[in-house]
């Protein structure tokens, strides 16, 4: 399946629209990530935890909305668009929401 965040693919013409598709993941960040992140945030540099837990948030959420354009004979999908946020109380949750249009090429 191609996957791009433009509304056409270069050297294919969209012969069909099949509609929006969406994927979203909702995963929790736990106590050792956040320690660990807040002693980075102190001494400097990258947080690889929390990098891993956003990479996998959007890879699970990015695999969903495939499925689901699939699902509706699609073969590609246009236009997407992949949003971050943190919700919760305490903001302790991460939500990946990718978006984009299924079609076919």
Avoid: C, P, W
């Amino acid at each position: 399946m191609i996957l791009t965040t433009t509304q056409q693919i270069e050297g294919h013409t969209i012969r069909e629209y099949k509609g929006v598709v969406t994927g979203e993941t909702i995963i929790g960040a736990n106590f050792v990530k956040d320690f660990f992140a807040g002693i980075r945030d102190i001494v400097g540099g990258r947080s690889s935890s929390y990098e891993k837990v956003l990479r996998e948030a959007k890879d699970t959420s990015m695999k969903e909305m495939m499925e689901r354009a699939q699902a509706m004979g699609a073969n590609a999908i246009v236009g997407i668009d992949i949003d971050y946020e943190t919700i919760g109380e305490t903001n302790s949750m991460l939500m990946v929401a990718t978006s984009g249009t299924a079609v076919v090429i």
